[in-house]
């Protein structure tokens, strides 16, 4: 299993970006991806969850700004991210979790997923 991020960058207080993750060797929503973020000198956070698009969760920090979506036909997950903060400068990773999860569950410990994208970095400017 490969996880492919990009879409970070530069962006100002309150302008919008969205993430990708591709994922290649596994399905999309068979049990779960996330996006966690880790800012400079901190430890890394879940930001949100999404498994077979029924089961969507986020970080509260992040909620009603956030949206995390998936493509099963281009094996990708979206972070839309609005109404950007310079508290959300961070390097975004996206992963996905290889183990058996009970349905409705929502693992939000970075130790929960077994595979990881790269990284993507996302600074706003305020």
């Known amino acids: 299993v490969q996880l492919q991020a990009s879409g970070g960058g530069l962006v100002q207080a309150g302008e919008s970006l969205r993430l990708s993750c591709a994922a290649s060797?596994?399905?999309?929503?068979?049990?779960?991806m996330a996006w966690f973020r880790q800012a400079a000198g901190q430890e890394r956070e879940f930001v949100a969850f999404?498994?077979?698009?029924?089961?969507?969760s986020y970080a509260e920090s992040v909620k009603g700004r956030f949206a995390i979506s998936g493509d099963n036909a281009k094996n990708t997950v979206y972070l839309q991210m609005n109404s950007l903060k310079a508290e959300d400068t961070a390097v975004y990773y996206c992963?996905?979790?290889?183990?058996?999860?009970?349905?409705?569950?929502?693992?939000?410990?970075?130790?929960?997923?077994?595979?990881w994208g790269q990284g993507t970095q996302v600074t706003v400017s305020s």
């Open positions: 992963a996905a979790r290889g183990r058996f999860l009970l349905s409705g569950r929502v693992p939000r410990d970075p130790k929960d997923y077994d595979y």
């Open positions: 060797g596994r399905t999309l929503s068979e049990y779960g």
């Open positions: 999404i498994r077979r698009s029924t089961t969507i």
